[in-house]
């Protein structure tokens, strides 16, 4: 039986909510391309997983709450419910019930997820930097080891907003900013990581798919912030030699002098 | 008692001098708790429109890049044909920020509501330091000036973050916005710290000294509460907030390198001196800034469980459990701020303790919000327009605190951090949630301030829409997120990654046009009830705590008699009473003639 009440806008909460959800998800008109942008890197998927996790489980409060409210809501309407209001101060058992449930499901995402950011930012793949990228306004400016593979040396290569990786093979990037700060973002590979002016960072990824894709800055750098585009091109191995070979073949030949060798040890 | 109850048509009709003096005295520089909190009030809606059409600057650049903004664009910028400039976008979310957060929603908690219903809700006669709470309102003018100055800056206003991370606002050359606008930027924010921290001292010392006989702690309404709680926030948060603003204005005027790194060099400029830590800054703001999250949630939450037990006709269910999880959240949030920070380039180690820390935080949340379905479940609900707000603030609140735990989840964070993911949460925290109780207490408290009734059917007319546009507003942002949408880009279409999220942006857009529109009713009702609205009486909503019986408005004094406390706030609906409510002040049936235990009356 519909009974005319404001409760029934309550109930639309976890319809309207989960419908986004659902549309986006499964790539549905009007919301065709907005989820996650494809995964080309060899961890993004526990990243992915662990927000999906995140998502039913938050999902099924979301939908039991809402539903929960919905129901006191039109159950309870005085418009039309004349039951005695029912005189009760709390419940001990109760308390302890919701308390303890969430704090086990939190506790467990938070051990849970431990070891997805161990591997995304503190176990750092035991070899050399490629490149090292520096953020300045509003450009990154890259500059390849070469192939004695130390940066600060002669054979160093510059690239700006142009950063060729090799494919399924272990990346690791020396990232720094020459003044403000930046974000390094990459969002097919999962990636972020703000770069401080006078910090010296890593990061670290395996491409898993021939692709160009973008690199963001993602942290507020003035008044040209959103122009900070770079471009990041997964290329298999011997591609990437050939391009870098090319590169260095046009430094020599153009009046291009690399700025003064820094004496940045390299660990 | 009338002797002492301020006449409100008076002043205006006395002779010229004493009228004008008078006038001053009591509307202008009144050491009265409910002049001061109606001046919060007032002046907090005033910013609030300010901020909502900075918004609505944000948002026509996202749906319709570079193009001309209508109305006002040609006013602005006739130079650039009305286009919004992209150092101008930089301006607006900067500002939308700073006055949402220092001007709007943390002074109208505690500076308006805190201030008008504290003495009120205790029983007591006024603040604990009457002058102390005038001054705490006059100390916002300067901020008031400070930041409306920074408008006329170069840069038109402050433009790096309402955050305001070195070196962007720590160097002068960096930014068009990051010369004499943030200097002013900075003066201003500490006017407003030193403004709240009149306002907690006093409240502190009000809330423990001037409470009404019988009136023990564990009798004090969850909004007073909270309101003790977020002082205490205040009083050991802001210092660090003051100390951090002073180091970076003498980072940018003296010549210290708190925040600067050795021989920076930004834009063409080398800096004074160096050997400091961008991130210290981060540290030091977020010390302050995250607690001053709750600084902005705890109040509204004090008052919709107010609201909602009253209108359920029922006690709020674990009284007890609320105090405790009010105080767990104030404790656990000092130590949670790092969350802003991982992927700041702060040692990820630390990122791993403050994951649990946050994690632990969503649990008094959760709780609260269990204990507010409780107190639904069995009652005899009224939807009042009060009611509606605050049933909202509840739902929404379980969708900001959710979205919360994926950016705990560190490694999720490292995609979503500083996506409109983030931009989602917080909106749904602060506006979907402290707004909309916002709006309830208004609703709510209303016929205390001015003596009458706002409109019910403009008020659910106006409840409505807000609840339909703010959804859509804020709802697909997290979709956005989900993309990895990152925010404060002026133009995000020319990367590959998001240019098929402009329609998505354009429907948001239309949202918050039509959201802000409608507060139109708001304003017209509030308004339009002062002079016209039904009288309300004492008790409109036959509510149990003080505040009720004392006269609407109530006059200078507060009570007509001595308030009396004999019971917590939350009786609604008690077999002891011979109506559904039993206010705090009414004796005990066994001091009167034989009261029944019969089953809860009808309302009134």
Sequence with gaps: MFRPSWSWLFLLIPIFGVAWFVFAINEWPPLAGHWFPQDISAHGNIIDSLFNTILWLTGAIFVGTGIAMFLFLHKYDASYNADPVKYVHGSHVLEVVWSIIPAATLLFIAIYQMSAWANAKVLRPNQPALAEVTGRQFEWRIRYAGEDKIIGTEDDVFTVNDLHVPLNEDVVLAIKSDDVLHSFFLPNLRLKQDVVPGMKQFVWFKPLYERECDIVCAELCGWGHYKMKGRLNVVPRQEFNQWLANKRAEQETSSFTPPAIEEDDES | ?604
């Design chain 2, 1 to 604: 008692m009338s002797s002492v109850t301020v006449d409100h048509a008076h002043g205006a009709t006395h002779g010229q001098n004493a009228g004008w003096g008078h006038f001053v005295r009591t509307y202008v520089f009144s050491l009265d708790h409910k002049i001061i909190g109606l001046q919060f009030l007032f002046s907090t809606l005033l910013w609030f429109f300010v901020g909502g059409m900075l918004a609505l600057g944000i948002r026509w650049q996202l749906a319709y890049p570079w193009q001309p903004m209508p109305i006002i664009g040609r006013l602005l910028f006739a130079e650039q044909g009305g286009q919004i400039s992209p150092e101008f976008y930089t301006m607006l979310f900067t500002m939308h920020a700073t006055v949402m957060i220092f001007f709007v929603i943390i002074p109208i908690l505690a500076g308006a509501f805190g201030n008008y219903l504290i003495p009120l809700m205790i029983g007591a006669d006024d603040m604990a330091f009457p002058t102390l709470n005038m001054l705490s309102y006059w100390f916002m003018w300067p901020a008031f000036l400070l930041i409306g100055l920074s408008f006329f800056a170069p840069g038109n206003g402050a433009s790096s973050g309402w955050t305001s991370y070195p070196t962007l606002s720590a160097v002068k050359e960096a930014a068009p916005g990051s010369g004499m606008a943030q200097t002013l930027w900075l003066l201003g924010v500490t006017c407003v710290g030193v403004s709240s921290m009149m306002g907690s001292v006093n409240y502190l010392t009000t809330i423990i000294q001037m409470r009404a006989p019988g009136m023990t702690m564990f009798r004090l309404p969850l909004t007073i509460w909270a309101m003790f709680i977020t002082a205490i926030l205040q009083a050991f948060a802001l210092p660090v907030l003051t100390a951090a603003g002073f180091m970076q204005l003498m980072d940018r005027s003296l010549g210290t390198g708190f925040f600067l790194p050795e021989g920076l060099i930004v834009n063409n400029s080398a800096a004074a001196s160096g050997g400091g830590q961008p991130l210290l800054w981060q540290h030091l703001f977020w010390f302050y800034s995250h607690p001053a999250v709750y600084i902005m949630i705890l109040p509204a939450m004090g008052m919709v469980s107010d609201i909602l037990s009253c209108f359920a006709r029922k006690p709020i269910f674990g009284y007890k459990p609320m105090v405790y999880s009010i105080s767990a959240i104030a404790g656990l949030g000092f130590i949670v701020w790092g969350h802003h920070m991982f992927v700041s380039g702060m040692n990820p180690y630390l990122g791993m303790t403050f994951m649990v820390s946050t994690m632990m935080i969503a649990l008094p949340s959760a709780v609260k919000v269990f204990n507010w379905l409780g107190t639904l479940w069995g009652g005899r609900i009224q939807f009042t327009t009060p009611m509606l707000f605050a049933c909202s603030f509840v739902s929404m609140f379980v969708i900001g605190g959710l979205s919360g735990i994926f950016m705990a989840a560190t490694p999720v964070d490292i995609f979503i951090h500083d996506t409109y993911f983030i931009v989602a949460h917080f909106h749904y925290v602060l506006f979907a949630g402290t707004a909309m109780a916002v709006f309830g207490a208004i609703y709510f408290w209303y016929p205390k301030m001015f003596g009458r009734m706002m409109n019910e059917p403009l008020g659910k007319v106006h409840f409505l829409l807000t609840f339909i546009f703010l959804n859509g507003t804020f709802y697909p942002m997290h979709i956005l997120g989900a993309v990895g949408f990152p925010r404060r880009l002026a133009h995000p279409y020319h990367y590959e990654t998001f240019q098929q999220t402009l329609p998505l942006n354009q429907f948001i857009t239309w949202c918050a046009i039509l959201m802000v529109a409608s507060q139109v009713i708001f304003v017209f009702n509030f308004f339009f009830s002062i002079f016209f609205g039904k009288p309300a009486g004492r008790n409109p909503w036959g509510a149990n705590s003080l505040e009720w019986q004392a006269p609407s408005p109530p006059g200078h004094g507060n009570f007509d008699f001595q308030p009396i406390v004999y019971r917590g706030p939350y009786e609604y609906g008690s077999p002891e009473s011979d109506t559904d409510y039993y206010p705090q002040t009414q004796p005990p049936p066994d001091a009167k003639e034989g009261q029944g235990g019969s089953g809860p009356a009808s309302h009134h």
